[in-house]
């Protein structure tokens, strides 16, 4: 349910990017989305630090992570224990809400290039 609800913004995000994109002047939607795709890069490195802390402290105590395991951590999803998925998952969510800010962001960019 969650990919369902992340699908969903991202297509919100961007028919409001294209909607914003007729009625604004191309400078005004380049630097709202310059400022949106920054906070929502920002954030995501901060949250990103945060969730992969998580994870660590999650599953490295029980030797589960291997080597180079922070360049797929989300294979290690199923081998969190119930009580763990708690503090590790919101971060998760998080970092992808993040993202979604930052591909908003570079659609309303878009929108404003081509709005010039």
């Given amino acids: 349910m969650p990919e ?5 913004g991202i297509v919100a995000a961007l028919v409001l990017a294209a909607i914003g994109g007729h009625f604004l002047h ?3 939607l380049l630097g709202i989305g310059a400022a949106t795709s920054a906070a929502g890069l920002t954030i995501g490195v901060i949250v990103g630090v ?3 802390l998580a994870l660590y402290r999650a599953l490295g105590p029980m030797g589960i992570l291997g080597s180079g395991w922070w360049w797929r951590p989300t294979s ?3 081998r969190l224990p119930s009580a763990n998925r708690r503090t590790v998952m919101p971060w998760f969510h998080a970092g992808v ?3 979604a800010v930052a591909l908003a962001g570079c659609a309303l960019m878009l929108a404003g290039i081509l709005r010039f």
Avoid at 4 to 8: P, S
Wanted: aromatic share 12%.
């Fill in 4 to 8: 369902l609800l992340i699908a969903v």
């Fill in 76 to 78: 290690y999803h199923a």
């Fill in 97 to 99: 809400i993040s993202m």
């Fill in 50 to 52: 945060r969730y992969h």
């Fill in 26 to 28: 191309g400078p005004i």
